[in-house]
Protein backbone atom coordinates (compact mmCIF):
# COMPACT_ATOMS: atom_id res chain seq x y z
CA UNK A 1 0.00 0.00 0.00
CA UNK A 2 1.23 3.40 -1.01
CA UNK A 3 1.87 6.29 1.88
CA UNK A 4 -0.87 9.46 1.23
CA UNK A 5 0.29 12.49 -0.27
CA UNK A 6 1.27 15.30 1.97
CA UNK A 7 1.73 19.02 0.83
CA UNK A 8 3.42 21.11 3.94
CA UNK A 9 3.45 24.73 2.72
CA UNK A 10 6.39 25.86 5.47
CA UNK A 11 8.85 24.79 7.38
CA UNK A 12 7.92 22.64 10.93
CA UNK A 13 9.60 22.24 13.48
CA UNK A 14 12.04 19.32 13.13
CA UNK A 15 10.64 16.76 14.95
CA UNK A 16 7.36 17.31 13.14
CA UNK A 17 9.33 17.23 9.81
CA UNK A 18 10.94 13.83 10.82
CA UNK A 19 8.22 11.89 11.82
CA UNK A 20 6.48 12.82 8.41
CA UNK A 21 8.10 10.39 5.91
CA UNK A 22 6.53 7.35 8.09
CA UNK A 23 3.40 8.34 7.67
CA UNK A 24 3.32 10.13 4.35
CA UNK A 25 5.61 10.53 0.86
CA UNK A 26 6.01 14.56 1.03
CA UNK A 27 5.30 15.95 -2.40
CA UNK A 28 7.24 19.10 -2.01
CA UNK A 29 10.20 19.89 0.58
CA UNK A 30 9.15 23.47 2.40
CA UNK A 31 11.42 26.16 1.69
CA UNK A 32 12.22 29.36 4.01
CA UNK A 33 10.06 31.62 1.41
CA UNK A 34 6.14 31.37 1.32
CA UNK A 35 4.73 29.18 -1.43
CA UNK A 36 3.31 31.63 -4.74
CA UNK A 37 -0.47 31.48 -5.50
CA UNK A 38 0.62 28.71 -8.04
CA UNK A 39 2.96 26.57 -6.07
CA UNK A 40 -0.44 26.33 -3.65
CA UNK A 41 -2.46 25.54 -6.00
CA UNK A 42 -0.07 22.83 -7.82
CA UNK A 43 0.60 21.29 -4.24
CA UNK A 44 -3.40 21.29 -3.20
CA UNK A 45 -4.15 19.62 -6.77
CA UNK A 46 -1.80 16.55 -5.76
CA UNK A 47 -2.07 15.92 -2.08
CA UNK A 48 -4.38 14.03 -0.47
CA UNK A 49 -3.47 16.03 2.97
CA UNK A 50 -2.03 19.37 3.65
CA UNK A 51 0.11 20.82 6.33
CA UNK A 52 -0.66 24.87 6.34
CA UNK A 53 -0.05 28.00 8.18
CA UNK A 54 -1.78 31.07 9.03
CA UNK A 55 -0.45 33.34 6.38
CA UNK A 56 -1.78 30.82 3.81
CA UNK A 57 -4.67 32.05 2.17
CA UNK A 58 -7.37 28.89 1.80
CA UNK A 59 -10.35 29.51 -0.01
CA UNK A 60 -13.20 28.05 -2.59
CA UNK A 61 -11.13 28.67 -5.52
CA UNK A 62 -8.18 26.78 -3.90
CA UNK A 63 -9.98 24.09 -3.23
CA UNK A 64 -12.27 23.76 -6.38
CA UNK A 65 -8.73 22.34 -7.50
CA UNK A 66 -7.87 19.47 -4.82
CA UNK A 67 -10.25 16.98 -5.81
CA UNK A 68 -7.66 14.45 -3.87
CA UNK A 69 -7.68 16.33 -0.97
CA UNK A 70 -9.12 14.65 2.21
CA UNK A 71 -7.89 16.82 5.45
CA UNK A 72 -5.93 20.09 6.24
CA UNK A 73 -4.35 20.45 9.18
CA UNK A 74 -3.55 24.38 10.20
CA UNK A 75 -0.46 24.68 11.77
CA UNK A 76 -1.34 28.28 13.72
CA UNK A 77 -2.80 30.17 16.22
CA UNK A 78 -6.67 30.91 14.47
CA UNK A 79 -7.71 30.04 11.35
CA UNK A 80 -8.49 33.78 10.06
CA UNK A 81 -6.47 32.20 6.50
CA UNK A 82 -9.53 30.12 5.89
CA UNK A 83 -13.18 30.88 4.78
CA UNK A 84 -16.17 29.63 5.82
CA UNK A 85 -15.59 27.05 2.96
CA UNK A 86 -13.01 24.39 4.43
CA UNK A 87 -15.14 23.26 7.24
CA UNK A 88 -17.17 21.42 5.09
CA UNK A 89 -16.12 20.35 1.85
CA UNK A 90 -18.61 20.92 -1.27
CA UNK A 91 -19.95 17.29 -1.03
CA UNK A 92 -19.14 16.90 3.11
CA UNK A 93 -16.60 13.77 2.33
CA UNK A 94 -13.69 15.39 4.44
CA UNK A 95 -12.81 17.70 7.54
CA UNK A 96 -10.16 20.86 8.48
CA UNK A 97 -8.60 19.97 11.62
CA UNK A 98 -6.87 22.97 13.46
CA UNK A 99 -3.65 22.01 15.13
Not at 3 to 23: D, F, G, M, N
Not at 85 to 93: E, K, T, V
Request: hydrophobic share 40%; charged share 15%; proline share 8%.
Amino acid sequence: MTSPTLYITRQLPPPVLEAIPRHYQVLVQPEGQPPTAEELRQGFAQADAVICTLTDRIDASLLAQASKLRVIANYAVGYNNMTRCCALRFDGSWRTIFL
